[in-house]
Every structure is written in structure tokens, then in C-alpha cells.
DNA sequence: AAAATTAATGATATTGATTATCGATTTTTT
DNA sequence: AAAAAATCGATAATCAATATCATTAATTTT
């Protein structure tokens, strides 16, 4: 693990309430990629008073602070997670939800080259793949 | 070019009204990747009288019939555009919001790949790359 | 070919996620 | 301590997309 979401908050000047700490706690401990509604959930149970709108605000202000992202995954809503210095890709599996984060450097150089080879720099990109299980058993 | 999306229609046993010819004809001719209300002032122009329920509904239905592919680039409103056999994915322009296709075989084996290795078969894929464009004149 | 049935359309209401507003509360600056 | 600024909670507004429903068009049955 590295630097929790309230120390890069430190770092980056962003300032902390009881409520942004709060939020910035539980995206920090989790290891999945909740939605809004999900993370206001895990939230109020700690803190049953905060609002929506603070969650929507907060997550809003971290990414903006570079310190969350947001997936826009296939038709659903967005999910974010916490931003880390190792980038990483995601591979869905289309029956049961489920997330796996993989890194592949040889696609990764290449995307670059694909932008260069049509006189651009790259400066972001989005790749998800979308797969089903194997059998395992033969 | 291939075969026009009236053409599909036919192969494809989906019903062809005025409405949903008008509006396969306006994709056809498109070299572009409009969104609904961009295809809805397309197809007004030549029937002022078709309703944006139906440009919504048919754009839904070709989508489902695999005629018409969906896109939800960062932030915006799904655009569509024709599927044709060559698959490919897109850089796009953060300036501009130009949008460049290209296809790149090396990263469409790696990606498969990549399930490949966490036990899954690769169903679809989502690659969008996102540049600057590079000061030529240096 | 007329009647009955089914499908598609246009207009508009509803939904669902997200953002905006606004008065109240808390924090920071004078 | 008073004034100013920032944040909050509650809720209204927005926006894309879907659902509803009465009307019109197409298809099937008599
Ligand atoms: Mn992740
Ligand atoms: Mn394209
Ligand atoms: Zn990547
Ligand atoms: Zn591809």
C-alpha cells in the first residue's frame, strides 16, 4: 500500500472536513470501485448524518485533486477508485461484474506509438476489455 | 465502402418504416460519429415531422440488431456510428474533439492475450486513446 | 375488401444520475 | 467578537434516455 487519500490531501493542499475525511478514509480502505451510491452507503453507516450532495461534491473535488479517478464502465454509473501512482487497466467479466486490474507495458508503449504515428501526444487513454470465464476443467 | 444500413435491414430481418429509412440512409452517409440530437437535426431537415422518440428508439433498435455501434467517449452523449466488418478504435482530439480511427493488430492480440492469461475469453473491448496534437514546424 | 389485430409513431411524462441552489452551520480572517 | 468565506444538508433543477399512451399505419384474419 502507499500514501492514504488524507495525506495526499495534505500534500495537495485540499482541505479536510470531518465529512471529506470520512470519505476520503473509506475510498482509501477499499479495493474495489464503488459508485456514488454505494460509497454513500459504506459512509452513512459511519456517519449517518452527511448528505449525498457531500459524497457527489467530494468525489468530485478528489478527482479534479488528482486524487481519484473515475470509470465510466459500459452503461452503468460512474465508479471511482483511488488514484495511485501505478497506472493499471481493467478487465470486466461480463457475467458477474467482477473487476480484474491488469498492467501491460507492450500495449501501453504501443498506444503511445499509435498517437505519435498520427502526430499526437498521448495524454490519456481508456481501455477496458470485457470477458467471459473459461472452463477450466478441460 | 460496403453495404448500406437499408441493405442490413433487409439481411437482418428488421422492418424498415419511412422513419427508420430516413434515419439509416443519414447514418449511412455519415463519416462521422453524431449523437442523437445531431442525427434527430440530420433526419429534420429532410422530415421535419419525425419525432426524437423515434429517432432514439430506432438508433436502440440497430444497435441491438448489430447495425449501428454505440460510443460513450469521456463525458459526453453516446454517439453512434455504422459497424462495419473492420473493427477499429479511435484517438481522439482533446482540443478539438476531432476523432482519428485506427486499427492496430499487435495491441488487438495482446489485449486477448491479456484475458487469456486471467482465465477469460476476450467478448469486446473499449480502446479510446485521447492526444494533443504535436507542433509539426520544430 | 372490411374488420380485427399488431406494430410504429409523435407527443409528452417519467426516470435516474448528477449538478445547482439556498438557507443554515462551521471555519477562517479581520 | 464581528465579518467574510467555505462547507453542509436538503432539495430543486437539469439532462439524456426511456416509458407511456393515444393516434396512425401496416399486417393478418375473416
Ligand atoms: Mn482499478
Ligand atoms: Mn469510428
Ligand atoms: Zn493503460
Ligand atoms: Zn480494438
Known sequence: MTDTIEQKCLLKGVKLTDQRRLIAKVMSEA??????????????????????ATVYRTVKLFEESGILTKHEFKGGKARYEELNEGHHDHLIDVKSGEIIEFVDEEIEELQKKVAEKHGYTLVDHKLELYGVKKNLNK
Chains 1, 2 share one sequence.
Open 31 to 52: 479495493s474495489d470501485h464503488p459508485d456514488v451510491d454505494e460509497l454513500y452507503k459504506r459512509v452513512s453507516k459511519i456517519d449517518p448524518k452527511i448528505s449525498i
